[in-house]
């Protein structure tokens, strides 16, 4: 009875330790997915406080100069004639200064390497300064980019592969969770596959001591009616032939199974 109970102890607990391990492995998966994207608004919040204090700086710069007005005649200098003396003055610092590298100094002040596009605006939303590489981000821009206030300008800024970006900058992190899961993933799953290896075996196990059970009874069976037939007086010689004829051939079968179970 006792084998018995093992084998029912044993075939619960399988399927038991297979959910467990399903579940953790669930577990375990939520939790990192949890991490990355704590992480990557973590990142996010960090760029965004960034990327303000560099529009500080830029406005800071623009602003310390605004009364020395910087004359030119660029046509891309747009509506100023709709702007205050201060608003005039601070678009002519734009289109004097080298804007592009102002912007990338001030965002690499605070660790920002993302390319950006930019732009300022008037109270309105329309353009006062675009440069030409902003022009398809116009509408992005008034919508999504970050701001900072000259005057009564709107200077802002866009990064159109910001996603990109952070997601370069949690590369190694990302990296790392994607390995662990995978690693997890392979070790969950080579010992599914070890558990159901071992259940067949089990199993293979089970049917060839009951096979061998069975063929094994049939010739010792057929050995002790045989022997128990020779020890009856009354038999001729031919009938006792007949019997150690049956011994031998059921002793030789006996000798082919003991050879089979050894190679198996």
């Known amino acids: 009875m006792l084998p018995v109970d093992l084998r029912g102890m044993k075939g619960r607990l399988i399927p038991l330790l297979i959910g ?16 990355l994207e704590s992480s990557a608004k973590l990142r996010k919040e960090v760029f ?16 310390a100069g605004h009364r020395d007005e910087v004359e030119t005649d660029d046509p891309s200098l747009l509506r100023t004639d709709e702007l205050g003396p201060i608003e005039r003055s601070i678009v002519r610092r734009m289109e004097a200064l080298p804007m592009d590298s102002i912007l ?3 965002l690499g002040e605070q660790g920002i390497h993302a390319e950006p596009v930019y732009g300022a605006f008037d109270r309105y939303g329309q353009p006062i300064f675009l440069p030409e590489s902003s022009e398809s981000h116009q509408d992005i821009l008034l919508a999504q980019g970050y701001s900072v206030t000259i005057a009564s300008l709107q200077f802002r800024v866009h990064f159109p592969r ?81 019997y150690l004829h049956l011994i031998r051939e059921e002793n030789r079968r ?6 089979n179970v050894l190679r198996a």
């Open 20 to 35: 467990t391990m399903t579940l953790a492995m669930l577990v375990i998966v939520t939790v990192q997915v949890n991490w």
């Open 254 to 259: 006996l000798g082919v199974l003991v050879e």
């Open 48 to 63: 965004d406080q960034s990327v303000e204090q560099s529009l500080q700086l830029v406005s800071v710069w623009l602003s």
């Open 162 to 242: 910001l996603g990109r970006y952070l997601l370069g900058q949690m590369l190694g992190a990302f990296a790392l969770s994607v390995v662990m899961m995978l690693l997890i993933a392979g070790i969950f799953g080579y010992t599914l596959y070890a558990i159901q290896k071992t259940k067949r075996l089990d199993r293979l196990q089970r049917d060839l001591v009951n096979n061998l059970t069975h063929e094994l009874k049939t010739p010792i069976s057929s050995i002790g009616l045989a022997s128990e037939a020779l020890l009856d007086p009354n038999f001729d010689e031919e009938s006792k032939k007949h």
């Open 104 to 106: 990338m100094l001030a």
